[in-house]
């Protein structure tokens, strides 16, 4: 099976005297980061869902894309998975920075989309927290996601905090060693 590169390709290469030089597209990932840097939420969320609309188009098989139903050897399906991954992690990272911002419904949705572990969520409801897990779950999440993840122990905290808050100490379930997510051992 050929492997697929997750780097940019690039269309148009110049050549000078000493150097190579290649124009590269900007990605989803790259574009949707630099939008939430500067608050921009309305239009970070509506590229994802133009992304998310792209590739649902494109997952819909036709009868010169038989290779589909033999996805371990089809490149164009590895492509496809490449980017759904890219896509829930735009939206998570989209659905973090909205619960950061008090914006819930617009976090719940992209939370979604994002296919989050609900576990992750549930972990901000302390009277649902030992109900529904266990003191020493570890959750996988995304590379990046775990430092975009609001650090407070509640939603209640996360309403009464500033919209904006500084950088606080990492909380002590996270760990910044691996992309995962564990739960606090007073659950």
């Given at each position: 099976m050929a492997r697929h590169s997750t780097f940019p390709r690039s269309h148009l290469l110049v050549l000078g005297p000493n150097s190579i030089q290649s124009l590269l597209p900007v990605t989803p990932i790259s574009q949707s980061e630099a939008l939430l840097e500067s608050h921009?939420?309305?239009d970070v969320i509506l590229l994802a869902d133009q992304q998310r609309k792209k590739v649902q188009g494109k997952l819909v098989a036709d009868a010169n894309e038989v290779c589909l139903s033999f996805w371990?050897?089809?490149?164009?399906?590895?492509?496809?998975?490449?980017?759904?991954?890219?896509?829930?992690?735009?939206?998570?990272?989209i659905g973090f920075q909205c619960m950061?911002?008090?914006?819930?419904?617009?976090?719940?949705?992209c939370l979604f989309q994002g296919e989050l572990d609900p576990r992750i969520l549930i972990s901000y409801f302390p009277d649902l927290r030992s109900a529904l897990l266990d003191a020493d779950t570890t959750l996988d999440v995304f590379s990046g996601i775990a430092e975009c993840m609001p650090p407070y122990?509640?939603?209640?905290?996360?309403?009464?905090?500033?919209?904006?808050?500084?950088p606080l100490a990492p909380l002590p379930y996270i760990n910044d060693a691996h992309p995962r997510f564990s739960l606090p051992a007073n659950v």
């Amino acid at each position: 099976m050929a492997r697929h590169s997750t780097f940019p390709r690039s269309h148009l290469l110049v050549l000078g005297p000493n150097s190579i030089q290649s124009l590269l597209p900007v990605t989803p990932i790259s574009q949707s980061e630099a939008l939430l840097e500067s608050h921009r939420i309305e239009d970070v969320i509506l590229l994802a869902d133009q992304q998310r609309k792209k590739v649902q188009g494109k997952l819909v098989a036709d009868a010169n894309e038989v290779c589909l139903s033999f996805w371990p050897a089809c490149p164009l399906f590895h492509l496809e998975l490449l980017q759904v991954d890219e896509l829930a992690y735009v939206y998570q990272k989209i659905g973090f920075q909205c619960m950061l911002e008090t914006r819930f419904e617009e976090a719940g949705f992209c939370l979604f989309q994002g296919e989050l572990d609900p576990r992750i969520l549930i972990s901000y409801f302390p009277d649902l927290r030992s109900a529904l897990l266990d003191a020493d779950t570890t959750l996988d999440v995304f590379s990046g996601i775990a430092e975009c993840m609001p650090p407070y122990d509640s939603i209640d905290d996360i309403s009464t905090s500033p919209v904006f808050p500084t950088p606080l100490a990492p909380l002590p379930y996270i760990n910044d060693a691996h992309p995962r997510f564990s739960l606090p051992a007073n659950v």
